[in-house]
Structures are given as structure tokens and as C-alpha cells.
């Protein structure tokens, strides 16, 4: 049964015991400041418990009341029956008045603490000496500052504010202890100024900052020489501040700092008071800011501080925000008015000339066809020149027979100088590919040898014949249906579109939920910006890093455009002269070229995504669609000469998804067994692509690839010496080289960044083979228009800058989040964007450079016959 006891009131103090299961008391009150301390004594009757008696027969708890004064420190000794009371009195003014309390006990142990209550007019703080953090560090000396009460943020205050601090001790023996009590005069943060402190992990310290009137946006940095880990706190004005390291979390917005820190911070969030607190604590140790931690050692400890230097300063205006993005905006819609000004000026004025750009007269004198004093009907060309072809077919077929001598297998056969262009066209005419290899029943008269017969049509037909010709020309690759290679190449960008979408959907709802569970908690460790340059708007809190990818959908839109003019001039082109088209200059395709203007999109979109909250989660957002633009390209390139051996869409886009799905391993799971395996995969793909790349597609790809290649080796070994193939040799001997280089690199050194070795891989690959396209083409006398060359210098410019703005690592989701806000800089363009959205804007204009490389590249060959263009 319990007993009440109910003391006297003294002045304005009223005391309260109870008893749980306890026998009489005696507790003795005194009031220190009273010359002849007088003793007011109570008694209870309660029930007697035997275990109780055999420890205490009769308590006498002396309660010793200090009328304390501010800055003087009071040490004193205190223990079970002997505890002590505080009163701090002060009046409130219209500034506000902040308190701070230190206590200190050396003699104090865990089992037998120093307690410190502090009671005020709204609320109750109270601590233990020793303080324990993470129940395992202890300190012997604590430092707290009692919450404020402002009449600019609180209502119903007293002028007159007391301030009740009780201490203390359930041990039987003295434990000395030290109490002191100060006012703070630099509780309020000045705008735009800079306020220093110091803190250790059972020391922390939090100000005030309030709006100026002409402010509605600020910037919070805090910075600091020392590395160690500090959490910094935004909270709203009111009591109680979370300032300890088990609660700092509890309330507002936070970061993890080792040297720097910074927050965007908006009035409109803290219109209730106009102002908030910036509260500062220090970790016990850096397992929250560093990777990997070195703990610090168990114990009682006090040495461990830190000084920080806390500033708030304007952001930008509003119409700051509207210049930074018009003037973005302005730049890329250059780009469509000087592709609009080149497409009139360059073409227009004929500097350069392709079928299309040919007369009526030009193109009979291609076709070597003879009018003879016929006037051409006007509207009427493809009629006109389908009959003149169906006239002009059953010669061709034995203008060619007579004509053809014999001749070395693989050679280009030569003609009489007589009637050259018309022999050329006929013998192009008499491909089995038009159905005229055999004898039309009109020229009966013509005798033929069997042996040619026989010889020609596998010559011509079968595929592992023509394709182990020494000397290959394009129209030996480029044999089969433009119809058909249409749609197969249309699958691409069809396919990568619905890929799109299925990949896009759930990496934006992702995202935002990200952005929404940032803004609903107040941790901002969850997302990698750059602190120290980040806009928000609305619930973004980086839009800059987000509205800074416009330049890749801009651009991926141009890009598209200009392919799908080019794709509707050479419809035109095959729609009144198919003869010209079928057997003049490089096959056109844009499949290919209308799905890397899409990934160029689609990079644009899933950069923004990953930038609304970068982090180690979604890093393959912003890397995905890069793997896709490099083998798209490659792909091309390899298309262009080989468009009868390209690999299907479905295909290549599986392959796409393996890389994918490696490079996320490769960031999870970086042991060394993986290394190992990667470094095997790689080379061994390698290989298989080699081999298949130098047999012109004649390596089936299944389970007995290797085998295959086995077999190949084991009895074509003197190739080796030797190759038949000497140009597609050296470009995979280099090529091998040099990926075989980068997987063992990659086993022996492990980069930490995987995502990024491989997309460099790819990079490599992708200029390699760009290089030795461009060292043949010239060596096979061709020439690279200005348009083309320009291009070049321009994307090697853009491409050198580009990649200068990407090493300054601004933040890095490999590190721990205080870790990579140590690269944080601030704003370098318009004040708006910073280094990262300088690498997008000028990434995506070395991107669009370099495809539109690929899209003139071969310009050049429109008039050049295409069994004269060499294949390599």
C-alpha cells in the first residue's frame, strides 16, 4: 500500500513524495538562503515492507534549496539522502533568452549516476553524469542549453521565468559534482553572417535564426577543418529541441557532415514562427559519416570536439531560376535553327550533291540510258523508267554472259572502256537478286557453256561462297530485300520504344517515392545532390539537376528529325529511280539511327529521374540507356557495310539486358570471385564476337560456338601467320588486345566504380572502332565531306570539355552521404547550374555530334557504284 506525503508550501515552492511500498520517512527542507535555516518536517504512516527495514530504518532525505546566480559555477557533493535544488530567476525581454547548463561529476559512476532535472514554465530536460551514448560511451561532462522562450514565437509567457535545476544521487556515498549556468548572447544567428561554435558528442549546441522580412529563401551551411562526424538539425521553434544523439532524428531536416553541410531552407515552411533552429550534434564516433569506420575506443570520453562555423545567406530569386532555364532553352533551339540553315545553305546552294540532287538528265546519264531524241513525259518518271528497264533487262543479261571471261574467284571482273557505264548497270542487272540469271526464252540464239552455268549462280547465290571472297564489296553484303531489311532494322527502334516504356514507368514512380519519403522524414541522407548547388522547386528538391538534361531529349528529338528527313528523301529516291537506289552508294536503313535518337531521349529522361534522388539504389537509371546508345552505335557502324549480317533486334537487346544486369552485380556483389567471373565472361565474349566479325556471320551462335571455334583454330591455325583477312585481322587483334587489357585490369585492380568501368569498356570499344572505320575508309581513297569533318572537331571539343566537367565528382554514392557532400561546390553557370549540368548540357551535344558523324560519315558514296565499295 503506498503513502502520500504532502509538504508545505514555501514561497513559491511546492513539494510532493510518494512512497511506494516504504515505512515512515523524514525528509528535512532548508531554505539555503534564510540566515537560521528552518527545518520543516513531515511523517506518513504507510505499510511496513521487511525488505525495506532490513536496508533502512529511518530515511532522513535533506533537500538543499540554492537561490543560484547566472556565471557561477557551484560544486557541491550530494548523495542518497542528500539532494539539492537550483533556482535560477531572470526576467524576459524582448530579446531571447537562452540558458545554458553545465554539468560535471569525475567521481560519478554507472551504477550510481548523478541525476540533473531541469524544470521550466513549459517543459522538463533532464540527463545523467555519467551520460551514456550508444550505451557505451560515457562522459563525464555535459552540456545542454534549455529550450527558449521568445515572446516572438511563443504566447502566454510570464516576464518573470524561474528556472528549477534538481540534482541528485541514489549512492549512499558523497559524489561530487559541478553545476554552472550562463546566458547566451550569440544565441540568434545573424543573416548573412558567420557563427562559430564548438561541440562534442554530450556538448551539443542549437541557435536561432529568424526570417528578415525581404527573405522567403535561405541557404544553411555549416563547414568545419575537422573530419569528424557531425549531424546537423533544422527543427521548427518549439520546445522540446531534439539535441542528443538518440532523438536528433525525431524532428525537421538533417544531414550526416564530416567538413560540410548545407541546406535549402524556405520560410514559407516555418510561417508559424518565421524562423527555426539549427541545432548541431556530434557523433560519438564515425560509423554514421565514414566508409569504412574505425570505431573509437570504449570508455569514458571527453576529448572529442569539434569546431564548426554555421552561416545563412539569400538564395537566388525566383527570376533567377526563370534565366537559368530560358537561357538552357535558347541554346539547344539553336541547334534546330542552324541544322534548318545548314540543311538550306549546305544542300540547298549544292555543295553537296546525292541522287536525289541530280537532274533528270544526270540521272539517264547514270543510268546510261539512250532517249534517242525522246522528249521524257513530265509526272511520269517511274512509269517511264520501269519500261525502259524491262526493255533494256534481256541485253543486259547477255551483254554481261559475252562479256565475262574467265576470271580468278573473288576478282572484280573488267570491261571494255565501250559502252562502260552500261555494262556496269547490266552486270549489276544480272544478279540472280533481280530473278535474270537465266536465259530469258528471246535470246535462244545466245549459246551458252554449261560450266558457266553451273558456275555463276552459286557464285552469286550461296552466301558462304560470297562471303569468303578475298576482296568483299558491299553489294556482295547488301543482297538481300530492302523491303525486308526495312522492317527488320524498324524492329529496333519499335522495340526499344516499348522497352521504354515498361522501364520508364516504374523508375518514375520509384523516384518520387524517393523524393516523397525525403520530404516526409527530413533525411536528407537519402539522396545524393550536391548540396551547395541545389534549387528545389515544388517537391524537387534539385531541379536544376533535373532540368539540365533537356539538352539530351532536345537533341534526341533533333537528331530524329534530321533521320527521318533523310528517310523521307530517300523514299522519294526509291519511289522514281529504284535502279539508282539499289545499286549506288551505301543501303539505306534508319532503324538503327531512329532508335539511337530515341536512347538519346530516353537518356534525357532517365537522368532526370535518377537526379530527383540520386543514390546507390537507382544508379543504373542514369548508366542504362548509355550502354544502349554505345552498342546501338557499334551496331551501326558494323550495319553499314554489313547489312545482310546484322544482327536482330531481339538479339542485341537481350545482349543489352545481360550487360545491364552485370554492371548492377558488379556494384552489389563486387567480390573477387565475381571479378573473376566477369573477367572470364568478357574475354571469352570477346572472343565468340571475333570470330563471328571475321567470318562475316558464318559462325553460328548456339552451344557448339565454342567448339566451332576450337575446330576453326586447330585447322586454320596457318591463317594465324598468315590471315586471309588481313584488315578485319588486325582491327580484332587490336581490338582483343585491348579488351583483354581491361578485363584483367578489371580482376587484378577491382575499380571501385564497376558501373562506370564498364560503360568505359564500351566508350573504348565504340571509339576503336569509329577510328579504324575512318583509318580504312581513307586508305580505300574515299573522302569525308566538311560537313563530316566539322562534326569531328566539334564532338572531340565537346567531348574534351565534357569529360573534364564529369571528373569533378561532386558527390558520389559510393561514400557514405557526409563522405560525398566533401565534394560539394557550388554553382559555376548562371548561378543556377553547377558542374554536373555543365557534363549534360555538353555530354548531350557530344552525343548528337557524334551521331550525326554516323549520319554523314558516308555522304561521300551516293554516286559511287556499290559493287566498288569495299567492305571492311
Known amino acids: 500500500m503506498a503513502g502520500v506525503l504532502t509538504w508545505t508550501t514555501l514561497g513559491c515552492l511546492c513539494l510532493q513524495l510518494q512512497y511506494v511500498h516504504g515505512q515512515p520517512g523524514r525528509v528535512n527542507y532548508m531554505l539555503l538562503s534564510d540566515p537560521n535555516p ?31 546566480k547566472f556565471d557561477t559555477s557551484y560544486t557541491l557533493s550530494v548523495n542518497l539522502q542528500q539532494q539539492y535544488l537550483f533556482i535560477y530567476k531572470y526576467n524576459e525581454t524582448s530579446n531571447t533568452t537562452a540558458v545554458r547548463v553545465s554539468a560535471s561529476s569525475v567521481h560519478a559512476n554507472a551504477t ?41 514565437h511563443k504566447k502566454n509567457l510570464t516576464s518573470q521565468q524561474l528556472i528549477y535545476i ?246 572484280v571482273p573488267t570491261t571494255p572502256v565501250m559502252g562502260r557505264q552500261n555494262r ?75 522497352i521504354s516504356i515498361f522501364y520508364g514507368l516504374p523508375v518514375a514512380q520509384l523516384v518520387l517515392t524517393y523524393q516523397q519519403t525525403l520530404l516526409r522524414t527530413g533525411d536528407e541522407d537519402l539522396c545524393y545532390y550536391n548540396f551547395d548547388c541545389s534549387h528545389p522547386i515544388r517537391y524537387l528538391s534539385s531541379f536544376n539537376n533535373v532540368i539540365s538534361n533537356m539538352g539530351y531529349v532536345m537533341l534526341g528529338l533533333l537528331f530524329s528529325i534530321l533521320v527521318w528527313r533523310r528517310d523521307m528523301l530517300h523514299r522519294k529516291l526509291v519511289h522514281e529511280d529504284e535502279r539508282l ?21 530516353m537518356e534525357g529522361i532517365m537522368s532526370a529521374c535518377y537526379h530527383v534522388c540520386p543514390n546507390y539504389s537507382n544508379f543504373q ?51 573477387n570471385i565475381f571479378w573473376i567471373f566477369y573477367a572470364m565472361l568478357h574475354m571469352l565474349s570477346t572472343l565468340v564476337i571475333s570470330f563471328n566479325i571475321y567470318y562475316v556471320g558464318r559462325l553460328k551462335v548456339d552451344r557448339y560456338v ?9 585447322t586454320e591455325c596457318c591463317g594465324c601467320v598468315k590471315p586471309m583477312y588481313m584488315n578485319r585481322f588486325v582491327m580484332l587483334l587490336v581490338g582483343n588486345l585491348i579488351n583483354w587489357a581491361f578485363a584483367l585490369y578489371g580482376a587484378i585492380v577491382h575499380p571501385s566504380d564497376f558501373a562506370s568501368f564498364l560503360l568505359a569498356i564500351f566508350i573504348g570499344n565504340l571509339l576503336l572502332y569509329l577510328l579504324f572505320y575512318i583509318i580504312m575508309k581513307l586508305l580505300a581513297r574515299e573522302r569525308i565531306n566538311g560537313l563530316t569533318i566539322l562534326c569531328i572537331v566539334a564532338s572531340g571539343v565537346t567531348w574534351a570539355f565534357s569529360l573534364y566537367f564529369f571528373f569533378q565528382h561532386l558527390t558520389s554514392w559510393h561514400l557514405s552521404p557526409a563522405q560525398s557532400r566533401q565534394g560539394n561546390r557550388s554553382c559555376i553557370l548562371l548561378d543556377f547550374y553547377d558542374a554536373h549540368d555543365v557534363w549534360h548540357f555538353l555530354s548531350s ?26 567492305v571492311f
Open 706 to 714: 565454342l567448339k566451332r571455334i576450337f575446330l576453326l583454330i586447330k
Open 38 to 68: 528552518s527545518f520543516v518536517t513531515g511523517q506518513s504512516d504507510t505499510d511496513t515492507d521487511s525488505t525495506m527495514e532490513d536496508s533502512l530504518d529511518v530515511l532522513d532525505l535533506n533537500t538543499t534549496v540554492v537561490q543560484a
Open 845 to 870: 551535344i557530344s552525343l548528337f555530334l557524334s551521331f550525326l558523324i554516323l549520319l554523314t560519315l558516308d555522304d561521300d558514296l551516293s554516286l559511287q557504284r556499290r559493287d566498288r565499295i569495299p
Open 166 to 411: 534538481d540534482v541528485s544521487t541514489m549512492s549512499r556515498e558523497n559524489v561530487d559534482f559541478t553545476l554552472h549556468a550562463e546566458r547566451l548572447t550569440n544565441f540568434e544567428i545573424e543573416h548573412g553572417a558567420s557563427h562559430e561554435t564548438v561541440v562534442s558528442p554530450s556538448e551539443p549546441q542549437y541557435f536561432m535564426y529568424t526570417f528578415p522580412s525581404d527573405v522567403d529563401t535561405v541557404q544553411l551551411r555549416v563547414t568545419s577543418p575537422d573530419l569528424s562526424c557531425t549531424v546537423i538539425s533544422v527543427q521548427s521553434i518549439r520546445c522540446p529541441v531534439f539535441d542528443m544523439d538518440h532523438n536528433i532524428d525525431f524532428e525537421g531536416r538533417h544531414q550526416t557532415m564530416t567538413n560540410q553541410a548545407a541546406i535549402f531552407l524556405q520560410k514559407s515552411d516555418y510561417s508559424a514562427s518565421n524562423g527555426f533552429y539549427v541545432v548541431v550534434v556530434m557523433k560519438p564516433n564515425n560509423h554514421d559519416c565514414l566508409v569504412p569506420d574505425v570505431l573509437q575506443p570504449v570508455g569514458n570520453f571527453s576529448t572529442r570536439y569539434k569546431t564548426v562555423s554555421i552561416s545563412v545567406t539569400q538564395t537566388i530569386p525566383s527570376s533567377k531560376y526563370y534565366i537559368a532555364i530560358f537561357a538552357s532553352l535558347t541554346v539547344f533551339v539553336g541547334f534546330y535553327v542552324v541544322a534548318a540553315l545548314i540543311g538550306c545553305i549546305y544542300h540547298g546552294c549544292g555543295c553537296h550533291r546525292n541522287i536525289s540532287d541530280l537532274s533528270d538528265a544526270e540521272k539517264d546519264k547514270l543510268l546510261c540510258f539512250s532517249y534517242e531524241g525522246q522528249t521524257r513525259p513530265q509526272g511520269h518518271r517511274r512509269g517511264w523508267s520501269e519500261r525502259s528497264t524491262a526493255s533494256t533487262d534481256s541485253m543486259s543479261e547477255a551483254s554481261l554472259l559475252r562479256s565475262s571471261g574467265p576470271t580468278s574467284y573473288g576478282a
Open 621 to 671: 537509371f542514369d548508366t542504362s540507356f548509355m550502354y544502349i546508345i554505345a552498342c546501338l552505335s557499334m551496331l551501326k557502324i558494323y550495319e553499314t557495310r554489313h547489312p545482310d549480317v546484322q544482327a536482330k533486334a531481339y538479339q542485341s537487346y537481350f545482349s543489352m539486358a545481360v550487360i545491364i544486369f552485370i554492371a548492377v552485380l558488379g556494384v552489389v556483389y563486387g567480390s
Open 424 to 498: 556496269e548497270l547490266s552486270s549489276l542487272d544480272a544478279s540472280p537478286r533481280n530473278g535474270s540469271s537465266r536465259p530469258s526464252p528471246d535470246n535462244s540464239e545466245i549459246d551458252l557453256d554449261t560450266s558457266d552455268i553451273d558456275f555463276l549462280p552459286d557464285a552469286d547465290m550461296e552466301k558462304d561462297i560470297v562471303r569468303t571472297k578475298t576482296m568483299l564489296f558491299v553489294s556482295d553484303l547488301a543482297r538481300k530485300s530492302h523491303k525486308k531489311l526495312s522492317k527488320t532494322f524498324k524492329i529496333y527502334h519499335w522495340n526499344l520504344l516499348t
Open 112 to 152: 550510481f549516476p548523478v541525476m540533473f532535472v531541469v524544470r521550466q514554465q513549459e517543459g522538463i530536460l533532464s540527463w545523467q553524469v555519467p551520460l551514456f551514448i550508444d550505451y557505451v560511451y560515457s562522459f563525464s561532462f555535459v552540456n545542454r542549453t534549455l529550450c527558449p522562450l521568445d515572446k516572438m
Open 581 to 601: 537506289e539499289r545499286h549506288y552508294g551505301i543501303p539505306q536503313h534508319y532503324g538503327l539511327f531512329y532508335a539511337m535518337g530515341l536512347a538519346l531521349i
